[in-house]
């Protein structure tokens, strides 16, 4: 039997998902392992958001997804996908999850989790901040206990101040639950400073793996072409890359 830290948690083989007559991933391999931090990159429309509707199995596939037996799956949206003026506590949108024995003290502690007040909970949802929103959407994944977290873009619409607070939310969880994280991202400081392991996406697999060892100028080039929506601010810290000299925004 391997080593708790080196089971399995997902294996992708020979994915290809055809939306609308259009093929968007083409025979994607890899996978991950239990307290993995993965990042997903790639320029715009290169199937990033797609990989996760297939590995949730939210869209049709080719190939084999395999999860790890019994693993419990947590999704972050980029955004909330309800209408945030509805007349909605932040309690009342955990209780739509459904699950039978959420009690008010279940709820504050997921809140607490993740860095909010309990006053968060008699709050409507359209009357807290974008960040707090982002957060209230993590503490709902976090309801279910899960093994292993999917974030799509989790900081998309916040500040540049309070992703960094989110990424370094992120990886508290990830240590402190031993949580096994995905997430999409455009930002190379995340990819850099969070993620052990790199996917580089354009519709098919052009790298995977530790980020300071396939992410080169070359490969970043021949991932992003000239595509200006990707950020380039790297700060890496004392480490020898150049990435944010070959290839400004």
Known sequence: MEPVQQETMLSVKGLSVMLKN?????????????GDVLAVIGPNGAGKTTLFHALLGMVPYAGTIT?????????VPQRMEIETDLPLTVFEFFRLRGLPDL????????????????RVLDTGLGEISIGQRQRALIAWAL?????????????????VRGQESIYQLLAHLQEVYHLTIILISHDLNVVYK????????NHKK???????????PDQLQKLYGGEHGFYHHIHMHGQEHEEGHHHSA
Do not use: H, M
Not at 67 to 75: E, Q, T
Not at 143 to 159: I, M, N, S, Y
Not at 206 to 216: A, D, H, K, M, Q
């Open 22 to 34: 259009a093929r968007v991933l083409e025979d994607i391999n890899f996978e991950i392992r239990r």
């Open 103 to 118: 009690s008010r003290d279940k709820a504050r502690e997921a809140l607490v989790t993740v860095g909010l007040p309990e």
């Open 67 to 75: 999860w790890k037996k019994d693993l419990r799956i947590g999704y």
């Open 143 to 159: 309801l279910g206990k899960p093994d292993l977290l999917l974030f799509d873009e989790p900081t998309a619409d916040v500040d």
């Open 194 to 201: 969070y993620a052990k392991q790199v996917l580089c996406l």
């Open 206 to 216: 052009l790298c995977f793996g530790p980020p300071r060892e396939v992410l080169s």
